[in-house]
């Protein structure tokens, strides 16, 4: 029997419509016993976005946001700006803009990864330790002599929610992988998106 799109997979809050899943068919939902809280976040400005190549750790060579572990003491808006200062030189206005749950193996807890962007920002874009701050267009044929966004270099589900942060609709999904380190892969995943805008429930 087709799997019901509308169940919303453990873990995930609100009041979500279903936006896109896929995966296995009939595979099921990791368990876990513990939440870790993360955060990424976007720089989008007219039809370009700032992504950072990583330059080292889990996901090296990767396109991403930037972002990184919220501290003990700070609020995961105080961690992405601090994570974006670090990582990408800048200062910028982040909104909460999705929440992604991720799970992997060799690890019993989720990655909670509350995702922001800001249409602006202040200071100059800098390379860090690292990251290596890159501007993409947001237009599928690129655009300004930019290229599109590296979604083959990326983590493979963010193609599913990133043009939602582009277009600034709120999100909530969990993508759970298998297999090792930098060779896992996504083997189910649902993203939905909150009904009539409504405030995250985190
Ligand atoms: N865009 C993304 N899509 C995805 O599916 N999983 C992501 C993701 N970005 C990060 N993850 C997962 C994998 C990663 O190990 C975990 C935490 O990611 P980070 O890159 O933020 O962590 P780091 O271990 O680099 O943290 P810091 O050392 O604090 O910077 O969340």
């Known amino acids: 029997m087709p799997e019901d799109l509308n169940v919303i997979p453990p873990g995930l809050k609100g009041n979500l419509v279903h936006y896109i899943s896929g995966g296995e ?29 990583k330059k080292r750790g889990w996901g090296q060579e990767k396109y991403n946001g930037f972002g990184g572990k919220v501290d003990a003491g700070e609020t995961s808006l105080e961690a992405a700006k601090r994570e974006l200062k670090e990582e990408a030189g800048i200062d910028a206005p982040l909104e909460h803009a999705g929440i992604l749950l991720f799970l992997t193996d060799g690890v019993d807890w989720a990655f909670h990864i509350d995702i922001y962007r ?19 267009s947001t237009l599928p044929e690129g655009t300004d002599g930019l290229s599109s966004i590296p979604y083959s270099k990326m983590w493979e589900t963010d193609e599913c929610w990133l043009p939602l942060v582009i277009a600034n609709k709120p999100f909530v999904g969990r993508a759970d992988f298998v297999g090792d380190k930098d060779k896992s892969k996504p083997y189910k995943w649902w993203y939905g998106v909150l009904k009539d805008e409504e405030a995250f429930d985190v």
């Open 118 to 136: 800001a249409d602006s920002y202040s200071g100059e874009v800098q390379e860090s330790e690292e990251m290596k701050p890159e501007w993409f």
């Open 25 to 53: 068919e009939g595979s099921l939902w990791k368990e876990y016993t513990n939440v870790r809280y993360y955060t990424n976040a976007f720089v989008v400005q007219g039809q370009k976005i700032l992504l950072g190549h």
